[in-house]
Each structure stands twice: as C-alpha cells, then as structure tokens.
C-alpha cells in the first residue's frame, strides 16, 4: 500500500472535480437491471471523492451515502447537496465506513479500490450490505495509444509522475477483484468515454493525478511545458478529446439469507 492514499490529493481537488471525466449513466440503467434495485435502494459510495460517481445515482432518483475520508474532497462533494437532497456525505473509509449493518443496497468504488486494504474493505462490505446486496468497481482508464494525443499524455505522466509506476503496480488486477467477489461470479461491462478539453483543462486534468508534480516542485515548470507542446500539436479548434475505457466489475456479494 501506499502511504497516506487521502491525504495524496491535498490540493488537487478543485482540479479533480472540474476535470476529471464522470461516468456513463448507462451504468446505473445496467445496475438497476442486474441488481434488481428498487426506487428505494441506498447506494453508498465509497471513497466518493467529489462525487463525479455519486452524481449519476442521485440524477436517477436514488439516496446515496458518499464516505470520503479527505476533508477536501468531502467539502466538494456536499455542494452536490444544494441540487440533490438525497445526498448524504460522511467522513470514513472503505474499511471503516461508520455505515450501519445491513443499510446498503449497492457499494460502489470509483477509481479507488487499488487504496483500499482489499480483506478488511471485503468485511466492512459485508457488513453494510444488505442480503443479497451488490458491489461495483469502477475505472475511467485513460488511453495510453491509438494516436500521438494519447501516446503523449501516457509519456507524460510515465516522465513526470513521481511515483506514477508504483500506483500503476498497485491498481487491482481482474484476479484479485475476482477473488475479493468469491464465491459470486464477477461480471465485467466496459463503456467508451470522453471529454473534449481545453488546454487548460488538459493541464488540470493531469494535475488531478496523485502522482504528478505541483506547483514549486522541481520539474513542475517543465512539466507544463511538456503539455503546452503536446496540446498544440494535437488540437483541433481549441480543443482536444481525451478518451477512457470505462470499465465496471461487479457481482453479487452480500449474503443471501
């Protein structure tokens, strides 16, 4: 594990949530169908960050609990409370959550699990879900090929991140995740996702990575640099796209009975 995984995003997240792609709503359409969720269902959103997963539940309808153990994070999150009353926001972690036995209809994680204490998270989810209760890791993961664009940003981040091969080592492979869901067998979907940035946004968006340089670090000057050339070689009216796989695994993991 890496050492302090919330406190890593100190100063990030205005970056974070401003450029950070969100996720496809199709995901909750596919979640409702597998999970048999009712309009009643209670979604706790672990790590929740600032709420970009969260988002597309509570435009569904849905309450959700978002348990976020970084004070900043936490404080860009509740502001989704001015449009969404169903929203709660706790302080917590995936292996202490401070939920209440059985309250949770759905878990999910976004961008997170490879933080969390896998064994210890796998109890405390148990724990809060209700019977039959279901759980859902989520990606965005940038492409790192198929053209100059994103060849590029993959470079950029492997010759500035700081620490970026380590959390790269430490994202959870299909085996792992496989085991954490056992007994129940884990289901894969995988959704194409986009966002067309500015070169400012560009710049936040790899910003936003907890690996890569701030301001007043050595090579951060060179770093923007480094975007700046990449952006205007790549652009197109102002603008580029930068595109994810949007991947989802998840299963059935609350007891039945």
């Known amino acids: 594990m890496l050492p302090d995984p919330a406190g890593r995003f ?7 949530r401003r450029y950070r792609p969100g ?6 359409d596919l979640l409702m169908r597998q999970c048999r969720l009712r309009n009643d269902a209670m979604v706790g959103d672990i790590a929740a960050g600032t709420g970009l997963l969260s988002e597309i539940f509570l435009a569904a309808g849905f309450a959700v609990t978002a348990v976020e153990p970084n004070a900043e994070m936490r404080a860009a999150c509740s502001e989704l409370k001015e449009q969404y009353n169903k929203l709660q926001v706790v302080a917590g972690t995936a292996e202490a959550t401070g939920l209440a036995d059985r309250s949770v209809d759905l ?3 976004a961008q997170a699990m490879h933080w969390f204490d896998l064994e210890r998270t796998r109890r405390e989810f148990l724990r809060i879900l209700k019977p039959g209760g279901w759980c859902a ?11 100059a664009l994103h060849v590029g940003l993959d470079g950029i ?7 970026y091969l380590s959390v790269r080592q430490q994202l959870v492979s299909d085996e792992r995740l496989a085991e954490f869901y056992a007994p129940a067998e884990m289901k894969y979907v995988m959704f194409p996702n986009a966002r067309t940035l500015t070169e400012e946004a560009l710049e936040g968006r790899i910003l936003s990575a907890s690996y890569m340089p701030q301001p007043g670090d050595a090579r951060f000057e060179e770093m ?5 050339r990449l952006f205007a070689e790549n652009q197109s ?13 998840y299963a059935q993991l609350g007891s039945v009975g």
């Open 23 to 28: 996720y496809p709503a199709e995901i909750v």
């Open 137 to 147: 890791a989520i990606y965005n993961t940038l492409r790192s090929e198929g053209d």
């Open 157 to 163: 981040q492997r010759e500035f991140g700081i620490d």
């Open 10 to 16: 100190n100063g990030r997240v205005e970056s974070y």
């Open 107 to 109: 878990v999910t994680a």
């Open 237 to 249: 009216g102002g603008m580029v796209t930068v595109r994810y796989d949007c991947v989802m695994r």
């Open 224 to 228: 923007i640099a480094a975007i700046k």
